[in-house]
């Protein structure tokens, strides 16, 4: 590209000054990353439990149907391992394995009625987010510590003090 047809140059090809504002650009430099703790057993078999109850709920008797339906997404093997605890889904894949089987459930023998089974959709997210494998429980306790503290202001004051 140009110098002159980069909106974010801070000059010209001719030497005059750009009116726009100089925007610095993001580095994409190797950057140390923390690692993160892995799954507990017990969140893993929990989400797993939750998965499996859902794709029950929804009609689908066999991981195999569920993975067969139309836009399912994810692959049989990888639903097998997430409901026995062996992978945990990050927590997008868990919403959209959930709300495929609410949206778009197979209605076969079993299959709960659309509003218990949406109740118990809302009630499985309710839960993944409580679980530390998803750390929603750490983001809240981070925005409580970066809290600032709260200023009485003048016109709330007491008067006298």
Do not use: N
Request: proline share 6%; glycine share 6%; aromatic share 4%.
């Amino acid at each position: 590209m140009d110098v002159a047809e980069d909106p974010v140059s801070p000059s010209r090809h001719d030497g005059a000054r750009s009116a726009l504002p100089v925007v610095q650009r993001l580095s994409c430099e190797a950057m140390a990353r923390k690692k993160l703790q892995p799954v507990t057993r017990e969140d893993a078999r929990a989400i797993g439990a939750m998965l499996r109850g859902l794709r029950r709920a929804a009609g689908y008797r066999a991981v195999q149907d569920a993975a067969a339906a139309t836009g399912f997404p994810a692959a049989r093997q990888t639903i097998y391992a997430y409901e026995r605890g062996g992978l945990t889904p990050s927590l997008q894949q868990f919403l959209e394995i959930t709300e495929f089987y609410t949206l778009h459930p197979a209605r076969g023998d079993g299959a709960k009625l659309e509003d218990d089974l949406r109740a118990q959709a809302v009630a499985a997210v309710t839960r993944a987010l409580t679980l530390r494998a998803y750390h929603v429980q750490q983001a809240h306790e981070l925005m409580d510590r970066l809290q600032p503290p709260l200023a009485v202001s003048r016109r709330h004051r007491r008067r006298g003090s």
